[in-house]
């Protein structure tokens, strides 16, 4: 592991910017779950992450300077149960959208402040604007930092994997028309939730999106030759170089994939089994 990918060991991106990684690694969230810290004579943290008081005191003592603000992407439950705990140490703003209901997320989480689309957080040094990118959840936002245009992407992108797309909060044609709209943002670099920073910013959106819609056209050609299949079977001729034990997870994304072909009336299902139109 990369000496700056170390949790608990905050780490300098930019003036003003620096990263603190959760002691929480897995499968799903790498080497764990990035927080970040923007300002230096009042803080704003992003992504406080998962409830952990270790992780907490760590942030607060990063900070250096009073925590203002507090302000999430969106409420999975590895980057927003924090936030009530962070806001409660230090009188911090908390600013995001709420939950939608579903089993994975922070129902915890309510914000004092409710950004939309274009809403900034405008102090004396530093501007953040949100940016509402549903995707990987309905209410996900990227915040884009003025002057520096470093944009922190939560989970919409991640360095080291690609995003699962889990329906009914999921959805893949969200998904690609709101990277399509970050790649129209002047950005000079992306901080995503879990992972390092990314530098090259529009090389990485066209291959997500280019990814994705070969993915989607390996869906129609195995539609077409295996007609009315289950989505047990068919993650298993989609996904055939991925290992199966994550076939679960492929799933999801797989349904997302075949719910966009649906909604532009180029698939239909019939119960479980799936078939061009």
């Known amino acids: 592991m990369s000496e700056s990918l170390v949790p ?16 929480n690694p897995g499968m799903m969230t790498g080497p764990g779950t990035n927080t970040y810290l923007v300002g230096q004579g009042e803080v704003a943290v992003i992504d406080p992450g998962p409830a952990l008081e ?31 705990m962070l806001a409660a140490e230090t009188g911090a703003e908390m600013l995001g959208q709420v939950a939608p209901a579903g089993p994975h997320q922070d129902d915890t989480f309510s914000p004092d402040r409710a ?26 936002l990227c915040y884009l930092l003025a002057g520096q245009e470093l944009l922190f992407t939560g989970d919409h992108i991640m360095n080291g994997s690609t995003v699962v797309i889990d329906p009914p909060d999921g959805s893949m044609r969200q998904y690609l028309d709101s990277l399509r709209r970050l790649r129209r943002e002047s950005v000079a670099a992306i901080l995503p939730g879990h992972g390092d920073v990314l ?38 001729q989609v996904y055939d170089e991925v290992d199966s034990r994550l076939h679960q997870l492929a799933q999801r994304s797989l349904l997302a994939h075949l719910l966009k ?14 078939r061009l139109i």
């Open 8 to 23: 608990g060991v905050a780490v300098e991106l930019a003036p003003g910017v620096r990263r603190l990684i959760a002691p």
């Open 261 to 274: 072909l649906e909604e532009e009336g180029r698939a239909m299902r019939d119960g479980e089994r799936w």
């Open 115 to 140: 950004l939309g689309d274009g809403d900034a957080l405008a102090t004396k040094e530093f501007v953040l604007r949100a940016l509402h990118t549903p995707g990987h959840a309905s209410n996900h």
């Open 199 to 236: 530098r090259e910013p529009k090389a990485v959106i066209d291959w997500i999106v280019d990814h994705r819609l070969q993915r989607e056209a390996k869906v129609v050609e195995k539609l077409a030759r295996h007609a009315d299949s289950p989505l047990r079977e068919l993650v298993a």
């Open 54 to 84: 270790s992780h907490v005191e760590a942030i607060v003592a990063a900070a250096g300077a009073p925590i203002r603000w507090i302000l999430v992407t969106h409420t999975h439950r590895d980057h927003s149960p924090a936030a009530r």
